[in-house]
């Protein structure tokens, strides 16, 4: 059975940082790509950071330059590290695994989560 278990959302304040887990297991990790989905009110998803199976990465203009994204293989794990963060931030982060993800972007949410296998999400609050 797929699960991906997301950890290490919370609330801060704007500046802040935190750093979100999503470990993996039921499938090959290594050999499917990795991202991170954020859902915000409204059924918006954005696609704000990806690894593919061969350890390239890519983010969101959104995020560039403040969230980073690292993969762990031994321990089947990703990690999202958000810094500099703004209440637009705000969102539920959710971990997605596929054989691929294509490109960062925006979607409503119906149309990208049936695609792979998904976390249950962790909530980000960003206060001003």
């Known amino acids: 059975e797929v699960e991906l278990v997301e950890s290490g959302g919370g609330s801060v304040q704007t500046g802040g940082s935190l750093t979100l887990s999503c470990t993996a297991s039921?499938?090959?990790?290594?050999?499917?790509?990795m991202g991170w989905y954020r859902r915000f009110p409204g059924d918006k998803c954005e696609l704000v950071s990806t690894?593919?199976?061969?350890?390239?990465?890519d983010y969101a203009n959104s995020v560039r330059g403040r969230f980073t994204m690292t993969q762990d293989n031994a321990k089947n794990t990703v990690y999202l590290q958000l810094n500099s963060l703004k209440p637009e931030d705000t969102a539920v982060y959710y971990c997605?695994?596929?054989?691929?993800?294509?490109?960062?972007?925006?979607?409503?949410?119906?149309?990208?989560?049936?695609?792979?296998?998904w976390g249950q999400g962790t909530q980000v609050t960003v206060s001003s």
């Open positions: 997605a695994a596929d054989t691929h993800i294509g490109a960062t972007g925006s979607w409503p949410c119906s149309a990208v989560s049936g695609f792979g296998y």
């Open positions: 039921g499938f090959t990790f290594d050999a499917f790509d």
């Open positions: 690894i593919s199976s061969d350890g390239y990465t």
